[in-house]
């Protein structure tokens, strides 16, 4: 665990008790599984005598100021193992599935450490690279944007798509009640009529004036009409523009839907054609048999376009939303689509009843009743359907206003903890990515992990890597390396990975560091009184002048994460508050920070303070002063490495000396305070 220097100054006891994680006793009780509870009883008297003041009641925390500084954070897997010397090294891809594109040794040539051996495609990894790189980009947009809040714009069209959503139901409503208006009053007349005739209130025979007046009546309704079906014909080709940029996405849920609908308003144009071709002459001086059969063609038209906008409606329910077509643009269609089909259907049903009224008129008592009972359960039936319609489209009318207003107050609300919580967790993934498609790319060049010579070589350029990914492609030959072996658990066998750096340790060699490279990760695992292991290698670096031997014990740290020269504070003092970070002053003020790295000791300050700087910290995370809070002295390096093989007595008289007491009695500390327990052992 990472340290901060302060100047040379003697080391604080907390400093003492952290720095007793990482010494080798430690790791041997971390190797062996000990659990940390055991150790915690042993240190809390000591740390309480230590760090309280001018009490012996640990409710009263005494403080004391950190001076901020550069210093290099980690975080590690540790595990042990031991030395094993062999002749050799055996190197091969970590990827399979693709070719080899470059050898750079051949059998006999002396390589160096980090020399590259041969290489495998990467393109697709680069362009892997780019993309993933996007979303990263991407993530941090979003993130940044959720922060700042909508601009002034933004807000402004949304409340315009809004106010569009609700302007679109109430025209929608509207429409919706003159139709079911209208076919109530269709239904109502005709059960009027019928009532007549069967009182005999109704002549039998129309005189030829009413007729003619009904004649007339039904043209004009068709030239009326003939506007309407101009006005929807319009609209149809212009929501069905093919150059249009929504037209792909159209129906992209059925496209066979989008291919009829498009067939139905090519046919009910055509047939619009027609009509005026071979109807235009007719008029009411025409002979009853054309005005006839115009009133038909025009009945069949303004039901062929109902149909129509009916299959163009559920093109639109078929239809997802984008960039391009928003929810509430497809749900002005929607709207628009109902709208006229609720308008040629009561067309339809006028031109219907225009015709029953020219047939009423020359019918006799026994047939108008007959026909006038077909009606009303026509007119029945085409009330209901008015009503479905009405209800459908008033419903997603409703929805798009629905929509549009928690589109509005999502732009408008501040983002909650749990909308920022989201989008650091997609950064956090998305960067992962990255990392892992780097770690990739950098695997696609094998390099020597050690110096020697080339002995054996697998492969050529163009050959395809298609075995288990433990296949020797090149064996390194020499006598002088040595490596450790160790044995990594499942649950952390994810972290661990070629090329990792590696900090080794040895039972034997007090007070030496050695650095090494993973250079083998197997994907077979050995299972041992349940406990499941993956064999891992690790190749030391520059150790010629340690004193190393086969068959040594040695503890190793996996390097997972690192932040060199950052500026870094105890964990402890940073408090967060409605999702920013804050720290304590020495003037007594509070100040927000930005933090970043995090070793779960120590945690780096990226903005908000600067090196020398001094906060408040609570005494039990302090490692800025050279002695405790309550004034005890503290203890050199040496003392602290003659503390853990002192006996009792010998421990009793070391801290009579220092004016302490070891536990085993009670006396001054100097501060006031007094220190109960045995050090750590």
């Known amino acids: 665990m990472p ?3 302060n100047n040379q100054e003697p080391d604080s006891l907390d400093e003492i008790l952290e720095r007793r994680q990482t010494s080798k006793s430690w790791k041997r009780f971390l190797s062996k599984k000990i659990i940390a509870g055991v150790v915690i009883v042993a240190l809390a008297p000591f740390a309480f005598g230590y760090f309280w003041s001018g009490s012996s009641s640990p409710t009263e925390a005494t403080t004391a100021t950190f001076k901020v500084a550069k210093t290099d954070l980690q975080t590690t ?6 030395v094993v010397a062999e002749d050799g090294v055996a190197v091969s891809f970590s990827t399979t599935g693709e070719h080899i594109t470059a050898v750079y040794v051949k059998e006999g040539d002396q390589v160096h450490a980090g020399d590259k051996l041969a290489a495998i495609e990467s393109t697709d990894l680069e362009l892997d690279l780019k993309s993933a790189q996007n979303s990263l980009n991407t993530a941090y947009a979003n993130l940044q944007s959720e922060l700042d809040g909508a601009t002034k714009t933004e807000i402004a069209l949304q409340q315009k798509s809004l106010d569009s959503s609700k302007a679109s139901l109430a025209k929608t409503q509207e429409d919706n009640e003159f139709s079911i208006q209208q076919a109530e009053t269709k239904l109502a007349n005709l059960k009027k009529d019928l009532a007549s005739i069967e009182n005999g209130d109704a002549t039998t025979d129309a005189t030829l004036e009413a007729v003619a007046q009904a004649y007339e009546n039904a043209l004009l309704k068709i030239d009326s009409i003939l506007i309407d079906v101009k006005s929807s014909l319009d609209a149809a080709d212009k929501i069905l523009d093919q150059d249009s940029d929504y037209y792909l996405q159209l129906g992209s849920l059925n496209s066979v839907k989008l291919h009829d609908t498009e067939i139905s308003f090519t046919k009910a144009e055509s047939d619009y054609r027609n009509l005026l071709n071979n109807y235009t002459a007719v008029s009411a001086s025409s002979s009853k048999a054309d005005v006839v059969a115009k009133i038909d063609a025009a009945i069949a038209l303004t039901s062929e376009l109902s149909d129509a906008f009916s299959s163009l409606y559920d093109t639109f329910e078929n239809t997802t939303t984008s960039t391009i077509l928003t929810e509430s643009e497809l749900a002005s269609f929607e709207s628009s ?18 015709k029953q009224t020219i047939n009423s008129q020359v019918l006799s008592k026994s047939d108008k009743v007959d026909s006038l009972n077909d009606d009303i359960q026509d007119a029945e039936t085409s009330l209901a359907e008015t009503r479905a319609s009405a209800k459908r489209s008033e419903a997603s009318a409703q929805n798009s206003v629905d929509v549009a207003e928690l589109n509005y107050l999502k732009l408008t609300e501040p983002a909650t903890a749990v909308d920022l919580a989201t989008l650091r967790a997609q950064i ?3 960067q992962i990515n990255v990392q892992k498609i780097k770690n990739q790319i950098a695997e696609a060049t094998l390099t020597a992990p050690i110096d020697g010579e080339i002995v054996e070589l697998n492969g050529q350029v163009g ?3 298609i075995k288990d990914q433990n296949e020797t492609f090149a064996t390194i030959l020499n006598k002088d390396t040595f490596f450790i072996e160790v044995n990594i658990e499942e649950a952390e066998i994810n972290q661990i990975q070629k090329g990792q ?3 080794a340790t040895f039972d034997a060699i007090e007070d030496t560091e050695v650095e090494g490279t993973v250079t083998f990760v197997s994907l077979t695992s050995t299972t041992t009184g349940g ?7 690790i190749a030391l670096k520059d150790w010629s002048d340690v004193p190393i031997r086969e068959g040594m014990t040695a503890y190793v740290d996996f390097v997972v994460g690192e932040a060199k020269g950052v500026l870094a504070i105890p964990v402890g003092a940073v408090v967060t508050r409605n999702d920013k970070s804050f720290v304590s002053m020495e003037d007594g003020s509070s100040r927000e920070i930005t933090t970043g790295f995090n070793d779960g000791s120590m945690v780096e300050v990226s903005s908000g303070l600067t090196e020398g700087e001094q906060i408040v910290v609570d005494a039990a995370d302090s490692n800025a002063s050279k002695a405790s809070p309550t004034g005890a002295p503290a203890f050199t390096e040496e003392e602290r490495a003659a503390l853990q093989n002192m006996t009792d007595e010998e421990r009793q008289a070391f801290f009579e000396e220092k004016g302490l007491s070891s536990g085993m009695g009670s006396g001054p500390t100097g501060g006031g ?3 109960s327990g045995p050090p750590p052992s």
């Open 463 to 465: 050959d395809l890597i």
């Open 337 to 354: 689509a109902s709208s006229y089909q609720s308008k040629m259907s009561s067309d339809e049903q006028s031109l219907i009843s225009s």
């Open 428 to 430: 956090n993934s998305a």
């Open 673 to 675: 305070g007094t220190m």
């Open 531 to 537: 406990i499941v292991t993956y064999p891992v290698r």
């Open 3 to 5: 340290h901060l220097s």
């Open 501 to 503: 750096r590696v900090i």
């Open 77 to 82: 897997v540790s595990s042990s193992g031991n």
